[in-house]
C-alpha cells in the first residue's frame, strides 16, 4: 500500500472536508474522521482496506457501530474507528448511519477472477442468499445481513477470515451455521463474487 506524506494526507482530508459540506448530511460534516476514512459518499475512494459503507441500510451500521462500542467488534486494522465510535453519542450513532445508508453505492471496479465469479454466486445461492442482498435489491433494509455485493475484497476477507477464526462474534446463530457449511475455496470464490458488482 502506498504510504502518503504529511502535506500529501493533510491535502486530502482537506479535499473530503470540502466535498462533505456540499452534500446535506450534517452529521457526515460533524465527523470529519469519518469522512476522511470513508469518504463523503460511503465509498472510501483510495484506501483498499476501508469497506465501503454506502447503501447498507442504517439498521445495519448502527448495528455494526454499537458493535464496536461495545467490544463485539475489534478495531486491530483500524484502532481509530474503535477510537472514533466511542466518542459518539446515541443520536450522532442514528444520524451517521442514516446519512452513509442513504449514499448509492457505486462500482468498486475491482478485478476478479471470472471461474472464481461463477462459484462464488453459486456459494451465494446455496448459503447467503436469504440473509445478503445487493444494495439495490428493494428489500435490502429487511434483509437479516447486510448488502456485501460492491464490498472492497480485502475487506470482504478480513471479516469472513475473522468470523472464522472466532475473532468477530457471529451476531446471529444463522451466521455461525452458514459459516460451517464453506467448503475449501468457498471463501475465496464468495470475496470474488460479491468484488464483481
Known sequence: MQR???SSFAIRVSAMLVLCCLFPGQAAADH???IACHGPDGMGYG?????IIAGIPAVHIEEALYAYMDGARQCEHAPLMCQTVSELSDHEVTELAEYFGSQPRTASEQEVDATQVDKGKQVHERLCRGCHLPP???DVADALGIPLHGQRSWYLR???DSYLDGSRENLLPAM???LSLLQDGDVEAL???YASF
Open 4 to 6: 502518503l506524506n504529511d
Open 32 to 34: 470529519p474522521r469519518c
Open 47 to 51: 484506501n483498499f482496506s476501508i469497506p
Open 136 to 138: 439495490n435489491d428493494p
Open 158 to 160: 478480513y471479516a469472513l
Open 176 to 178: 455461525a451455521d452458514k
Open 191 to 193: 470475496i470474488n463474487y
